[in-house]
């Protein structure tokens, strides 16, 4: 499985960005679908995921109300729209899928999943 992110940039603080992730290769069912973000100096964190099975996508507190994650099965491609952007959410940000069997069903922790893209940098100037 390969995953390839798109659409990072710099923006204003208050601007929207969405990033894009494009899944090839082997496609499992009932994968889960990450958004994790590394801002500069500090560890890799955890922003969205979605379990396919069910659809039900968990955000991380700092970015709920601003960011969806949303799916397009068909384009195996998973999207993160990122609105109200803040300096603070300045990272380079990775898709992750993990596989079953899982290796851990906690979803919030990079651990847990198996594929990563290469990342993508967003700038949010103030």
């Known amino acids: 499985v390969q995953l390839v992110e798109s659409g990072g940039g710099l923006v204003q603080a208050g601007g929207s960005l969405r990033l894009s992730c494009a899944a090839s290769?082997?496609?499992?069912?009932?994968?889960?679908m990450g958004w994790f973000r590394q801002p500069p100096g500090k560890e890799r964190e955890f922003v969205a995921a979605?379990?396919?099975?069910?659809?039900?996508?968990e955000y991380a507190d700092a970015v709920k109300g601003r960011f969806t994650l949303s799916a397009d099965n068909a384009k195996n491609t998973v999207y993160l729209q990122m609105n109200s952007l803040k300096p603070e959410d300045t990272a380079v940000y990775f898709c992750?899928?993990?596989?079953?069997?899982?290796?851990?069903?906690?979803?919030?922790?990079?651990?847990?999943?198996?594929?990563w893209g290469q990342g993508t940098q967003v700038n949010v100037s103030s």
């Open positions: 290769g082997r496609i499992f069912s009932n994968v889960v």
């Open positions: 979605r379990i396919r099975r069910d659809f039900n996508t």
């Open positions: 992750a899928e993990a596989v079953p069997p899982f290796y851990s069903d906690n979803f919030y922790s990079a651990i847990a999943y198996d594929f």
